[in-house]
């Protein structure tokens, strides 16, 4: 994964993932069910009462770009509101543009279109109540 071709961060999440693993009865999980490359991973998020992120964390059996974004977003997403995870968009593509190859958009877009549901669904299911 290491070349000219991918940003830094990519790599070192890679390298040394955070917040790999799951949670203890997580508030909300979300699998990513219907990816066009066979990545496979979950998230596990902890909701506070505030409504803010307290605790992310994810399990992957997908490719190291893949993974590496789920742990970007694990880090970065934490201490966000679920309304603000819900409606984010491009964070982590218009971060890194042009700094991985275009064949591996899908890697990654996925974890933060995956994160993204899962705030929404979570939102659309406190709405219910």
Known sequence: MRSDRY??????????????????????????????????????VDVAPDGTIEAIAFESESCAVSSAVASILSTELE?????????????????????YPALRRDCVEGP???????????LERAGAD
Not at 7 to 15: E, K, T
Not at 112 to 122: F, G, H, L, N
């Open 112 to 122: 933060e279109d995956v994160i993204r549901i899962a705030a929404q669904d979570y």
């Open 79 to 99: 201490g966000m509101t679920v309304e603000e995870v819900a409606a984010i968009d491009g964070l982590i593509a218009g971060r890194f543009e042009g700094q």
């Open 7 to 44: 940003h830094d961060v990519l790599y070192d999440h890679h390298c040394d993932p955070r917040n790999a693993g799951g949670l203890e009865n997580p508030d909300l999980v979300k699998s990513s069910e219907e990816t066009s490359c066979g990545d496979d991973g979950e998230f596990h």
